[in-house]
């Protein structure tokens, strides 16, 4: 199975500040890489699919970028609402698998 | 807009089997552009992909539970279904359904809120 492994596992940060998430693969999984926002109690809802695409509805301060192994996920400006735990997941090599999450709280 | 909501027994007892169904609204299980997926969440391990199962009733199922891991489609009660065998505690979680684009690329959206199932005697 293809682990991906997230950093950091949790970070604190302010109000408006830009933060990045990395997420890689132990092989290559070419663009065929997601992000999910998940808050307490709920699902996890799409943010980016396919490395860089914002899905629909979701804030033009959410980008993704990488390829391969290496992916980030960027917020510019946080959001009170933007505090939660984020996960990355591969779809390119079945079974797909999810990052371990990266918890993002409040400082 | 397509919403899932899970539904099945919170609680099963270690050994018997786990059976869940997806009840699909806003759009049909028919559709051929989509898959329709089992993932499971836990404290320790984290969101597990558990399988998927297409609307003809072919399906693709994790290797590390194919064994235990059984999945149907019913088209018409637009709804779709998981039954694992054989439950431990390990197998207590947060049971999610979503539908996943069956072309490439392929996400998950949207999700269902979730069931939590709790293996205990």
């Known amino acids: 199975d293809i682990q991906m492994t997230q950093s950091p596992s949790s970070l604190s940060a302010s109000v408006r500040d830009r933060i990045t998430i990395s997420c890689r693969a132990s092989q290559s999984v070419r663009t065929f890489l997601n992000w999910y926002q998940q808050k307490p109690g709920k699902a996890p809802k799409l943010l980016i699919y396919?490395?860089?695409s914002l899905q629909s509805g979701v804030p033009s301060r959410f980008s993704g970028s990488g390829s391969g192994t290496d992916f980030t996920l960027t917020i510019n400006s946080l959001q009170p609402e933007d505090f939660a735990t984020y996960y990355c997941?591969?779809?390119?090599?079945?079974?797909?698998?999810f990052g371990q999450g990266t918890k993002v709280e409040i400082k | 807009q397509v919403q899932l909501q899970e539904s099945g027994p919170g609680l099963v007892k270690p050994s018997e089997t786990l059976s869940l169904t997806c009840t699909v609204s806003?759009?049909?299980?028919?559709?051929?552009?989509?898959?329709w997926s089992w993932i499971r969440q836990t404290p320790g391990k984290g969101l597990e992909w558990i399988g998927y199962?297409?609307?003809?009733?072919?399906?693709n199922i994790n290797p590390s539970l194919k064994s235990r891991v059984t999945m149907s489609v019913d088209t018409s009660k637009n709804q779709f279904s998981l039954n694992l065998s054989s439950v431990t505690a390990a197998d207590t979680a947060v049971y999610y359904c979503?539908?996943?684009?069956?072309?490439?690329?392929?996400?998950?959206?949207?999700w269902g809120q979730g069931t939590l199932v709790t293996v205990s005697s």
């Open positions: 396919a490395a860089s």
């Open positions: 979503a539908r996943v684009v069956a072309g490439w690329p392929k996400w998950f959206d949207p």
């Open positions: 806003g759009g049909s299980v028919t559709i051929g552009s989509y898959y």
């Open positions: 199962i297409f609307h003809s009733g072919s399906t």
């Open positions: 997941q591969q779809t390119d090599i079945s079974p797909w698998t």
